[in-house]
């Protein structure tokens, strides 16, 4: 879609759909307990009475192949090769659409991508659901593939209320949490039944997290109803299909689902569309953070951890601002509240649903999400700066699991590649941090917030936000700048002493717009031993720190990735914006051609992706950088100005930008007609010709004053 489509979205209109009434009988994609594929009924939403189905593949020749409900450890320091080994297969995220009534999930026992099952869901939105189940074969080799349910309520460890009236081979019935289902089958699959509990070999291995609400952890002795199918021959280059229909007793008589029909995807827009679906497929049904009393479907990152993060939840957002509007605002309604008890708990306290409010209003031109969030995120924000009231520690996390300096001084010894320790203060005890980085993140969000209070008209909460943004710089760089490293250090909060562990990180100061004049030679030069051929790293590969399988010491992390082709676009260094683009958008691609899996992030020697393969998280970042680039009429400004098009067509761009606080050099693009020079004029001065390239990108550099509004003009150059 382009810009000036979306600028006619009303972000009402937007919040409508994902706020619409909700019903009785849902059944949706919503388990985050569910690696592999799922569907929960929900007899009435917003309270707890549930059945969760997950349905698990198994190949039983020519080779065995089944797949984890749920990761483990491993899937830190692995990849597509991980699918070659052992039991593993992979299990996808495929299409959905947006109002969840239609969705698939497919699975693929071997690393070849012709060879699979579609497993699809269909809903009438009454209480209704059709699988849907499509195997493939397009092998030279006869192949047997077997499936079975699990069924349970979501919260709790018993099948409560569980009994069985009729096992037939195309008919079942049973009573479950309440409820009573009906299952039947367009031929005869319903084998037994027995109830198992999640010590089960391999399905359900213990998981490295408990769920989200502390109350109802995960373990491995919840119970569930296992219903075997039966198998399935498939000759070689054959394929078959079948449906199970499911449904409680008083929704048997509503009208039966529609087909689902998979909608044919252009193999250069299948990477991108994967994005989107695999976000839209990361959804739990669980407790409300604005109304605990009640359950919301809420957005987690990855099936692997199913709870929420504050971090992740905000980077899906980013990107969902140009992927799906309407998701990115159903994931900005539900954040902590200031006075969560367990607002702790959701890692990282960086709140970068600020970054994605801001992304939605780039991509709507609607005050209203501004208006309906600003509050709250300011309350969010608030509590984030824990040390003298204008710095951040990393007490609560940074967002970076293994970063070498908080592992330095929490005391511990490893990080995700158990082969070898990291390095770690000699006492073993956890000290706190002051962390650069996060005061960085900080920083930039009271700024982005800024901007928005001046978009409202909250010129109170200006003078506030100026105030924090002041006081914070001023302690930075008065004592965290080090000559000596040519970068800003964290500092130990016990002694005041410089940790001198430089990581990545401590250059945020440039993403922030916070580094003096005098200090940007040093920091830039310094920054350039962090390049490397297939992006940016964590730590230099000659630092005591790296790892080759360290996360994300060792890898091509794409939070990082994001936040300097970020700063490279607000300093108006668009070359830099460009090869950092390029490098981010080839890795995604590369991959997700090799394995179809959406990556959470990429080893720095090889280039090859690994860590969970299914996550929407910060991952999908790349979709953000995608559209800036590549997406024809997708405006992207830098954080110091506020931009939108006022005129396109025949030949002719217009582009307002207005900077109410910022005064230097910035840069902003637009995607354009490819290879076409375009004449810059600023305020009716002919400034430069600028020439698209190959996918119609424009970098353009402007320098503006504070309060200053400038009207760019791009006009195709005779």
């Known amino acids: 879609m382009s810009l000036n489509c979306k600028l006619n979205l009303n972000y009402m209109e937007i919040f409508c759909k994902v706020n619409k009434t909700m019903k009785n009988h849902i059944w949706a994609p919503v388990s985050g307990n569910a690696y592999g594929a799922n569907a929960v009924y929900i007899a009435e939403y917003g309270e707890a009475r549930t059945v969760e189905l997950i349905v698990s593949m198994t190949q039983n020749y020519p080779e065995f192949k089944t797949h984890p409900t749920l990761d483990v450890f491993h899937g830190y320091v692995k990849g597509v090769e991980r699918f070659d080994e052992n039991h593993e297969s992979r299990v996808l995220g495929w299409e959905i659409t947006p109002d969840s009534k239609k969705w698939c999930y497919r699975w693929l026992p071997t690393t070849r991508n012709d060879i699979y099952t579609n497993l699809k869901f269909s809903t009438n ?11 493939v074969n397009h092998s030279d080799e006869a192949r047997q593939w077997e499936s079975c349910f699990y069924l349970a309520p979501c919260a709790g460890l018993e099948v409560d209320g569980y009994k069985m009236h009729s096992l037939e081979p195309e008919r079942c019935e049973f009573t479950l949490n309440g409820i009573d289902l009906v299952l039947s089958s367009s031929i005869p699959m319903f084998r037994e039944t027995s109830i198992v509990d999640s010590n089960f070999w391999i399905r359900f291995p213990l998981n490295a997290e408990m769920a989200e609400d502390p109350s109802n952890p995960r373990n491995r002795y919840k119970k569930r109803l296992n219903l075997q199918l039966g198998w399935i021959d498939l000759a070689p280059n054959s394929t078959k299909s079948f449906t199970i229909d499911i449904a409680p007793e008083e929704c048997m008589t509503t009208a039966d689902p529609e087909n689902f029909e998979l909608s044919p995807v252009d193999d250069n827009q299948l990477p991108w569309q994967h994005i989107l679906w695999e976000a839209r497929h990361n959804r739990h049904y669980t407790k409300s953070f604005n109304t605990p009393e009640k359950l919301v479907i809420r957005h987690v990152p990855a099936r692997q ?36 008890k367990n607002i702790y708990s959701y890692g990282s306290y960086i709140v970068t649903a600020i970054y994605a409010l801001w992304e939605l209003y780039r991509t709507t031109g609607s005050k209203e999400c501004i208006a309906k969030h600003f509050d709250h995120y300011c309350q969010l924000l608030k509590i984030m700066f824990d040390y003298q009231d204008c710095l951040v520690t990393a007490d609560r996390g940074t967002g970076a699991d293994d970063s070498p300096a908080l592992f330095y001084a929490k005391g511990e010894i490893f990080a995700w590649e158990y082969k ?21 993140h900080a920083i930039r969000l009271c700024k982005i917030m800024r901007n928005c209070a001046y978009i409202i008209g909250r010129n109170d909460d ?37 940790l001198n562990i430089p990581w990545l990180y401590d250059f945020l100061p440039l993403f922030s717009g916070s580094v003096p004049e005098e200090r940007l030679a040093i920091i830039l030069e310094e920054l350039e031993k962090y390049q490397y051929s297939n992006g940016i790293l964590t730590v230099p590969m000659d630092s005591e720190f790296y790892r080759s399988h360290g996360y994300p010491n060792g890898s091509i992390w794409p939070p990082v990735q994001y936040f300097f082709w970020r700063y490279f676009l607000n300093s108006g260094q668009m070359h830099k914006a460009k090869n950092l683009a390029d490098k981010f958008i080839n890795l995604y691609l590369t991959n997700h051609a090799e394995s179809l899996c959406c990556f959470e992030h990429y080893r720095a020697e090889t280039g090859r992706a690994e860590g969970n393969s299914r996550f929407s998280s910060f991952g999908s970042l790349v979709g953000s950088v995608y559209y800036a680039h590549r997406i ?22 217009k582009i307002q930008v207005n900077s109410p606080f910022y005064t230097g050099k910035t840069g902003l693009s637009i995607v354009l007609k490819p290879n076409t020079k375009y004449q810059l004029s600023i305020d009716d001065r002919i400034e430069d010709i600028i020439t698209a390239d190959e996918y119609g990108w424009c970098p353009i550099v402007c320098a503006i004053a504070q309060g200053q509004q400038l009207m760019l003009e791009l006009i195709v150059a005779r």
Not at 310 to 338: N, R, V
């Open 462 to 498: 200006i003078e506030q936000l100026n105030d924090q943004i002041e006081r914070s710089e001023r302690e930075l760089n008065l004592h965290y700048w080090s000559d000596a490293s040519g970068c800003y250090l964290d500092k130990l909060i016990e002694n005041q002493e410089f």
């Open 305 to 340: 951890w199913g709870r929420f993060f504050i971090w992740d939840s905000g980077m899906t957002a980013i990107a969902m601002a140009d992927l799906d509007a309407a998701y990115c605002a159903e994931i900005l309604e539900e954040m902590p509240l200031s006075n969560d």
């Open 632 to 653: 024809p009429g997708t405006l992207q400004a830098s954080y110091e100005a506020i931009a939108k098009v006022v005129e396109s067509g025949s030949g002719l761009t």
């Open 420 to 440: 070898r320790t990291l390095p770690t203060n000699p006492g073993h005890r956890k000290m706190s941090i002051v962390c650069i980085g996060l005061t960085a």
């Open 125 to 135: 939105a009454q209480g209704r659901i059709r699988l849907t189940m499509e195997m």
